[in-house]
């Protein structure tokens, strides 16, 4: 899918009428005129800008011609709190729907490669968030969400997303991200890369019911009888129920590391490899948290935390279209050329360039209006790139800090 097909399905969920009716909380909201439509409403949130909501308020209404109007913080949280967070995981739904319908959708043998992995993000802090969603820390008073998602390596895409309440188990999330796959037609095709928090006797017997393919790292001490055989590569009856083949592999580090998987006839030499592509997951996660600021939420209520989240995903699958199409101009530019590495879009102008023009491209009316301004954002991020350098290790900072953006100290400027 290109970056003009997923404008023009974002501006088709924004002004639908459609939409409207099955998001707002009651039949009687959003049927008079006001300051901000419905549509603008949703434009606004979907505005990526994480300034002050008078500032950012300011700024939307110049952006959509409308710069003499002003808006209260309380008129605009009154008017947010009066639809859901459909419109945006419709966003997510739907683009992901038409991706997998191309037919240029890349695969890993055959299979279509995802990664399920899941986080914790601290909310604001306010007692109701910590009666909605859960609280973390000794006191259990610091309010926090259980994040997951469903994401395709291959196509550098997150095909689902779950936000629930602390501590929910990641694999009772994992279960819907399953669900979606056979939503979309493609479970039996995919092949799911899991951490070692998953191995659980029933949650296995569900994948091979689901007729899904896994590989998966175990902990030590997860099964007795994998402990005490020498083979690296050997088949486990679990439960009488569930057939296994167990991989165990040398990290360059020198440690071994212990897999499961139902792909018997995958060559051995393969599943080291294999399991590596996993980690893009968290580069992902890097992404939403660092250069999205997925816990940098412009509200506090349960409903603004939705909201939030599911424009954190939406945008990040944009992003990853911008990128693909910037990568292919970047790529035929420097055919031919004998540089030392190859080039890719760097990520900081990419998200920079989409806060500014992505929204104000879907605002735009004509077909011919929209198409100059998306290849005028895919030609501003081509210009700035980063050189891929192979086979780089950073160390990885096992306890980061886990509130990063102060909701009460949000700056002004």
Same mark, same amino acid.
């Given at each position: 899918?290109?970056?003009?097909?997923?404008?023009?399905?974002?501006?088709?969920?924004?002004?639908?009428?459609?939409?409207?009716?099955?998001?707002?909380?009651?039949?009687?909201?959003?049927?008079?005129?006001?300051?901000?439509?419905?549509?603008?409403?949703?434009?606004?949130?979907?505005?990526?800008?994480?300034?002050?909501?008078?500032?950012?308020?300011?700024?939307?209404?110049?952006?959509?011609?409308?710069?003499?109007?002003?808006?209260?913080?309380?008129?605009?949280?009154?008017?947010?709190?009066?639809?859901?967070?459909?419109?945006?995981?419709?966003?997510?739904?739907?683009?992901?729907?038409?991706?997998?319908?191309?037919?240029?959708?890349?695969?890993?043998?055959?299979?279509?490669?995802?990664?399920?992995?899941?986080?914790?993000?601290?909310?604001?802090?306010?007692?109701?968030?910590?009666?909605?969603?859960?609280?973390?820390?000794?006191?259990?008073?610091?309010?926090?969400?259980?994040?997951?998602?469903?994401?395709?390596?291959?196509?550098?895409?997150?095909?689902?997303?779950?936000?629930?309440?602390?501590?929910?188990?990641?694999?009772?999330?994992?279960?819907?991200?399953?669900?979606?796959?056979?939503?979309?037609?493609?479970?039996?095709?995919?092949?799911?890369?899991?951490?070692?928090?998953?191995?659980?006797?029933?949650?296995?017997?569900?994948? *091979?019911?689901?007729?899904?393919?896994?590989?998966?790292?175990?902990?030590?001490?997860?099964?007795?009888?994998?402990?005490?055989? *020498?083979?690296?590569?050997?088949?486990?009856?679990?439960? *009488?129920?569930?057939?296994?083949?167990?991989?165990?592999?040398?990290?360059?580090?020198?440690?071994?590391?212990?897999?499961?998987?139902?792909?018997?006839?995958?060559?051995?030499?393969?599943?080291?490899?294999?399991?590596?592509?996993?980690?893009?997951?968290?580069?992902?996660?890097?992404?939403?948290?660092?250069?999205?600021?997925?816990?940098?939420?412009?509200?506090?209520?349960?409903?603004?935390?939705?909201?939030?989240?599911?424009?954190?995903?939406?945008?990040?699958?944009?992003?990853?279209?911008?990128?693909?199409?910037?990568?292919?101009?970047?790529?035929?530019?420097?055919?031919?050329?004998?540089?030392?590495?190859?080039?890719?879009?760097?990520?900081?102008?990419?998200?920079?360039?989409?806060?500014?023009?992505?929204?104000?491209?879907?605002?735009?009316?004509?077909?011919?209006?929209?198409?100059?301004?998306? *290849?005028?954002?895919?030609?501003?991020?081509?210009?700035?790139?980063?050189?891929?350098?192979?086979?780089?290790?950073?160390?990885?900072?096992?306890?980061?800090?886990?509130?990063?953006?102060?909701?009460?100290?949000?700056?002004?400027?």
């Amino acid at each position: 899918m290109k970056l003009e097909k997923a404008c023009n399905l974002t501006k088709g969920i924004a002004e639908a009428e459609e939409t409207k009716r099955e998001a707002r909380i009651k039949p009687k909201y959003f049927t008079r005129i006001r300051k901000m439509s419905f549509s603008e409403l949703v434009y606004y949130i979907l505005h990526p800008g994480k300034e002050s909501t008078r500032l950012g308020l300011t700024r939307f209404f110049e952006m959509i011609g409308k710069g003499g109007i002003k808006m209260s913080e309380q008129a605009f949280s009154k008017a947010r709190s009066h639809f859901s967070h459909w419109p945006f995981e419709k966003m997510v739904r739907e683009t992901t729907a038409e991706e997998y319908r191309g037919e240029d959708v890349q695969t890993w043998n055959g299979y279509y490669l995802f990664a399920i992995d899941g986080t914790t993000v601290a909310l604001p802090d306010k007692p109701s968030l910590c009666k909605a969603f859960g609280g973390s820390g000794r006191k259990k008073d610091s309010a926090t969400a259980s994040v997951s998602i469903l994401y395709d390596i291959e196509n550098d895409w997150i095909a689902d997303a779950a936000i629930d309440p602390y501590p929910t188990v990641e694999r009772t999330q994992a279960v819907g991200h399953i669900s979606r796959l056979k939503e979309l037609g493609i479970a039996s095709q995919s092949l799911v890369l899991f951490d070692r928090g998953y191995p659980e006797a029933k949650f296995l017997s569900f994948l *091979q019911t689901n007729e899904l393919h896994f590989l998966m790292r175990c902990k030590r001490k997860w099964n007795c009888i994998v402990d005490e055989t *020498q083979s690296n590569d050997f088949r486990l009856e679990l439960n *009488q129920e569930v057939s296994l083949r167990v991989v165990r592999v040398l990290l360059p580090s020198g440690e071994t590391e212990t897999l499961i998987t139902n792909l018997f006839d995958l060559p051995y030499e393969l599943f080291m490899p294999l399991y590596f592509r996993r980690w893009p997951v968290e580069t992902k996660y890097g992404i939403l948290k660092n250069k999205l600021e997925l816990c940098n939420f412009t509200g506090c209520s349960p409903n603004a935390i939705l909201q939030d989240f599911w424009v954190s995903i939406h945008l990040a699958n944009i992003a990853a279209l911008a990128k693909a199409e910037a990568d292919s101009a970047i790529q035929a530019s420097r055919a031919g050329s004998e540089n030392k590495y190859t080039y890719q879009t760097n990520t900081a102008q990419l998200i920079g360039t989409l806060k500014d023009r992505f929204i104000r491209a879907c605002f735009l009316r004509g077909d011919r209006r929209r198409c100059r301004a998306i *290849q005028n954002i895919i030609d501003e991020i081509a210009y700035a790139v980063s050189p891929v350098r192979p086979n780089r290790s950073f160390w990885r900072n096992p306890w980061p800090r886990k509130a990063k953006f102060c909701f009460n100290r949000r700056s002004n400027i």
